[in-house]
Nanobody, 122 residues
């Protein structure tokens, strides 16, 4: 069992940056691939980024490539999402997830955090 807690969301202006963090409980963090997804109000949850157990196998959704960077620190049981050049369309609740592989679909993940709101004003 893994418990995930996201933090770092907030209200920013277009062009600003934010760094999201996701802290995991337990001593098995390094055995999970990690992913970030987001869900805008009234829309489905979409893939943002994923990273393999040791920091490889990194994938990004097309809409965030070149702007967002995913990373992890297994010593701190934490995965990060650095978000630069934010746009209003990035506004969503951002969720981190732990799963069996660096997948770009929700069914590939077994554990989810509660989410953190990111709002980007124009």
């Amino acid at each position: 069992q893994v418990q995930l807690v996201e933090s770092g969301g907030g209200l920013v202006q277009a062009g600003d940056s934010l760094r999201l963090s996701c802290a995991a409980s337990g001593r098995t963090f390094s055995t999970y691939a990690m992913g970030w997804f987001r869900q805008a109000l009234g829309k489905e949850r979409h893939f943002v980024a994923s990273i393999g157990r040791s920091g490889g196998f990194i994938n990004y959704g097309d809409s965030v490539k070149g702007r967002f960077t995913i990373s992890r620190d297994n010593a701190k049981n934490t995965v990060y999402l650095q978000m630069n050049s934010l746009k209003p369309e990035d506004t969503a609740v951002y969720y981190c997830a732990a799963g069996r592989g660096s997948y770009d679909y929700t069914d590939g993940y077994d554990y989810w955090g509660q989410g953190t709101q990111v709002t980007v004003s124009s």
